[in-house]
């Protein structure tokens, strides 16, 4: 037919534009990515060749632009002999900048081990705005369980002073045992956050291990936030249940009493949820405690129904060994010097990692969720 060839050429033509399209959208893609890490912020200062190898890039990639704005065509533009050859140099340079900052990023979450639980994106916003303290606001919640934001103090924002831990409209802060200061690089100022966030819970959990055995109840619950008021009915109960099932051999009373004792607690407990407990965050913290102490409450009263079956049971019986028992141990060490908070479950102790967990619900323990222990 006269006009094959005119056809073939056409299609050929039109092939060769699809192509060069792909790998122009691809080019640009890589390009809208890199450029705001690259052309800016704490990120560019910290990676200086691959900025400077990316800003050529972006001078070459703006003159492209610039002369596909001009040609109007896209034939005719993608036919254009230079751009052909730019573009897979672009990209090829475009990907060893990406490659290296990927390798910026392992780095950064070896040194900060937090930041692999945050996508890149997210990683990057952060890293490019570490060098103002306050930018890091929003971003928290991605690095801590529960901390919403941080107080920084109001004559120096590189000094932090606080965790705050935020529930609708109401907030429980955690002022720190020693300022913190974000200054250097972010990683290294978000690990000071999180030591002293552990060295201050970890001093919290020792005053609350001295005053849940001295203090009444109501006191004791409303001096402390809801994660070591929690903490300290455990290590309450335990208490009381070790040194029933001590005594019980030469007290046949005293297991019926702390029944009765658990009992108690729970009933007063109960009690606080129909006042007015002024904030919907007060009212979870006891409706936390209530949840908890129904378990510890059932598991003391089937411990006294064993005893009453048996006429035998002590402190090492696995019916009491099987439980999640909390001490306070002055003479044991953790991470964090002298003295520390075991969680025993059988013959294994846990060691307690400080991380704060704010005022937050509790599932109802049930047996099955019980042997998930």
Request: charged share 25%; glycine share 4%.
């Amino acid at each position: 037919t006269p006009f094959r060839e005119e056809v073939q050429q056409k299609l050929t033509e039109l092939s060769d534009t699809t192509d060069t399209l792909e790998l122009w959208v691809k080019v640009q893609m890589l390009w809208t990515s890199l450029e705001s890490v690259f052309m800016g912020g704490d990120i560019a200062k910290q990676m200086p060749l691959e900025a400077k190898k990316f800003a050529k890039i972006d001078k070459d990639w703006i003159k492209i632009m610039a002369k596909a704005a001009e040609a109007r065509n896209v034939v005719l533009c993608c036919s254009n002999e230079l751009l052909r050859n730019t573009l897979p140099v672009l990209y090829a340079e475009l990907e060893k900048c990406q490659k290296s900052l990927e390798g910026y990023l392992e780095q950064k979450r070896n040194r900060f081990p937090r930041f692999y639980f945050v996508s890149n994106p997210v990683l990057l916003l952060i890293l490019s705005q570490g060098s103002d303290p306050l930018q890091m606001q929003p971003y928290y919640e991605k690095v801590f369980d529960s901390i919403s934001k941080v107080k920084h103090d109001r004559t120096d924002k590189t000094l932090i002073t606080a965790m705050h831990s935020i529930a609708g409209v109401d907030e429980e802060m955690i002022p720190f045992s020693n300022t913190v200061k974000a200054v250097g690089n972010i990683e290294e100022w978000l690990g000071a956050i999180e030591k002293e966030m552990q060295l201050t819970l970890k001093s919290l959990c020792e005053k609350c291990a001295l005053q849940c055995l001295s203090m009444p109840l109501r006191d004791f619950i409303d001096s402390n936030c809801g994660q070591f008021a929690l903490l300290g009915i455990q290590f309450s109960w335990t208490e009381s249940c070790q040194d029933a099932l001590d005594k019980c051999r030469t007290s046949k009373s005293i297991m019926m009493e702390t029944n009765k004792k658990q009992l108690g607690v729970l009933q007063e407990l109960s009690s606080w949820c129909l006042q007015d407990l002024k904030t919907k965050m007060n009212r979870t913290k006891i409706e936390t405690l209530v949840t908890i102490q129904v378990h510890q409450r059932d598991v003391f009263f089937d411990l006294t129904k064993t005893f009453k079956e048996r006429k035998a049971l002590d402190a090492n019986d696995f019916e009491w060994l099987k439980q999640a028992r909390f001490y306070w141990r002055p003479n044991a060490a953790d991470k964090h010097g002298p003295a520390a908070c075991i969680i025993s479950v059988c013959d294994v102790d846990f060691k307690y990692s400080f991380e704060y967990l704010g005022c937050k619900e509790r599932l109802v323990i049930t047996p099955l969720t019980d042997r998930c222990y």
